[in-house]
DNA sequence: CTGAATCCCTGAGGATACTG
DNA sequence: CAGTATCCTCAGGGATTCAG
């Protein structure tokens, strides 16, 4: 059963309406990709521009190769980030945001500033137990 | 090293900037914690209003007791959602949002409604592949 | 109704080594 | 440089049972 949405859009491989707390909804598999915690640092990071693989694995701290390599495919799968490699030695590999990719821009990147922004307040409820 | 942040906060704790790509920033386990798929669920349910447990997990289709309960705390524990139980029998417990939850409403919505939205696209993506 | 407790299993994810 | 391949661990998370 589904609340009241502001907006509702559907889902055309099934006519549906597109509804994220249906469990069969596709849009949930999509919202557990998004929210993932590598997902999120990789858009953003290539929100600002175009990246090679060490590249965005020196500004993702503490992400591992296979971490990276997999959410990449992820990404490239759900048609978020386009791979372009360079036939060169060595090998030069670009990763790249495509439109749809840079549609998720300003959502991501409102999630990572509303965490910088609350930090403080998160800590201090924590400690206030 | 850090990018160029449109705008930099500092985490009181330890008088470092608030950098969701720094490994040991806190921001990084709190994104982790908001990037999480029950939570982004939880949260943009309880932006309308205020519900009780059992209305919780009607709600989210698929969410097991233990995931609801689990994440709940998470939440209670980064003050991001108060419990209150009434000492009725049947037992009855309301959560709510904190004005810290609040403040993430827009940002949890605009995820939700972003995937909502783009979810022809993604399947499209999927499929010329 | 609102959980807590337990069992169990899959998969996320790290570490390491190897390759074109 | 940009991966792939393995191994291994641990925690996320489901199912079930019990309780106030």
Redesign the interface.
């Known amino acids: 059963m589904r609340?009241?949405?502001?907006?509702t859009?559907y889902?055309?491989?099934s006519g549906l309406p597109?509804?994220?707390?249906?469990?069969k909804c596709?849009?949930?598999e999509?919202?557990?990709h998004?929210?993932?915690?590598w997902?999120?640092?990789i858009v953003?990071?290539l929100a600002?521009r175009t990246l090679r693989y060490t590249e965005l694995r020196r500004?993702?701290?503490?992400i591992s190769q296979k971490m990276l390599t997999q959410t990449l495919r992820q990404l490239e799968?759900?048609?978020f980030v386009t791979r372009t490699a360079y036939p060169t030695v060595p090998p030069q590999v670009e990763y790249t945001l495509t439109p749809?990719g840079h549609?998720?821009r300003?959502?991501?990147a409102?999630?990572?500033?509303?965490?910088?922004?609350?930090?403080?307040?998160?800590?201090?409820?924590?400690q206030s137990?």
């Open positions: 609340y009241t949405p502001s907006v859009h889902v055309e491989s597109a509804d994220v707390y249906s469990a596709p849009t949930r999509v919202l557990d998004i929210a993932g915690k997902t999120v640092l953003d990071a600002e500004r993702i701290e503490g799968a759900d048609g749809l549609s998720l300003s959502p991501i409102a999630l990572r500033e509303w965490v910088e922004a609350h930090i403080n307040d998160i800590e201090r409820a924590r137990r």
